[in-house]
């Protein structure tokens, strides 16, 4: 299904094969270092995602775009979504307002990168774009890419969430130094996804925020828990509609694609129907981890 001459490179992130083809000369190995642990091979010929990088102008009319969104909690004022008929365009920018442009079909199965300034080559454009295409076509193959810090335990995930700020980094810090046999999976982007057997999995990314973990690694998904600061330690089990509404938030979707949206809610439903979910207030210490852990065990 080879679609251009441009070089292709592939991984294969939570089961699923990303394809991204670019023209002689780009420095994709710079752009992309997190994604050296799942790289699986080049110019193969199946995919599930495919992304174009493209060093051109992108030519469009304004008036076919209608604007959805124009902040974004990592970009702020720098960032930009855009649709038409048959087309979704993300835009961010540099700190110098150069844009990169992501032009996606509605089911973000195929996409084209309009690469803008390329000094930084550290910089995180490409990568969050990709990661906007393989979480919202993610969907379709029953996945969620959700905002979380992840900790493998006994060969299980536990999931922690809550607002930035909240404390999920330092909660998983917490496992891992007072409970043993505990390693990070992933800092802030893991996906779940509903195998073809019904079992429900969390696998390592290549976006983890701020925290360099990138696995190619899963574990069946036991937990997910949202965190709350708090004066004291105080675990609920959460249920229905409660539990429903602690795992939205964290989630990756376009409200404005109903088909997307809904897709996604249909996978949070069988998520819940075998993941405990829970709802702990916390202190930022070690009897913290322990209750969480022993609760979620019984």
């Known amino acids: 299904m080879k679609l251009t001459e ?65 902040i974004s909690q990592v970009w702020g004022d720098r960032f930009q979504l855009e649709e038409s008929e048959d087309n979704y365009i993300t835009t961010i920018k540099t700190v110098k307002g150069e844009p990169w442009e992501m032009h996606s079909q509605k089911d973000f199965k195929k996409s084209m990168i309009y690469v803008g300034e390329m000094e930084d080559l550290q910089s995180n454009h490409l990568s969050w774009l990709l990661m906007v295409a393989f979480g919202q076509h993610g969907i379709f193959h029953k996945g969620i890419l959700i905002h979380s810090s992840v900790i493998l335990k006994d060969g299980l995930g536990f999931g922690f969430l809550g607002k930035s700020g909240t404390g999920k980094s330092t909660h998983s810090r917490m496992w891992l130094e007072h409970l043993k046999d505990t390693e ?3 800092d802030d982007n893991p996906m779940i996804r509903i195998m073809p057997d019904e079992t429900v999995m969390i696998f390592g990314t290549p976006w983890s925020g701020k925290t360099a973990c990138y696995k190619n690694k899963q574990a069946p998904l036991k937990a997910l828990i949202r965190l709350e600061q708090a004066p004291e330690n105080n675990w609920t089990e959460m249920h229905g509609k409660q539990a429903l509404l602690q795992i939205l938030p964290s989630c990756t979707g376009l409200r404005w694609n109903a088909n997307l949206y809904n897709k996604m809610l249909d996978n949070i439903e069988e998520i819940l129907a075998v993941t405990k979910i829970a709802y702990l207030k916390c202190l930022p210490n070690g009897e913290a981890a322990r209750l969480n852990y022993e609760r979620l065990i019984d």
Do not use: H
């Open 6 to 70: 441009n070089k292709e490179k592939y991984f294969q992130i939570a089961g699923l094969i990303l394809c991204i083809s670019y023209p002689e000369g780009f420095p994709m190995a710079n752009y992309l270092f997190s994604f050296r642990p799942f790289y699986l091979g080049d110019n193969l010929t199946n995919w599930d995602i495919y992304v174009e990088v493209k060093l051109e102008k992108p030519n469009r009319k304004e008036q076919d775009y209608k604007l959805l969104s124009d």
């Open 184 to 186: 990070l999976l992933n």
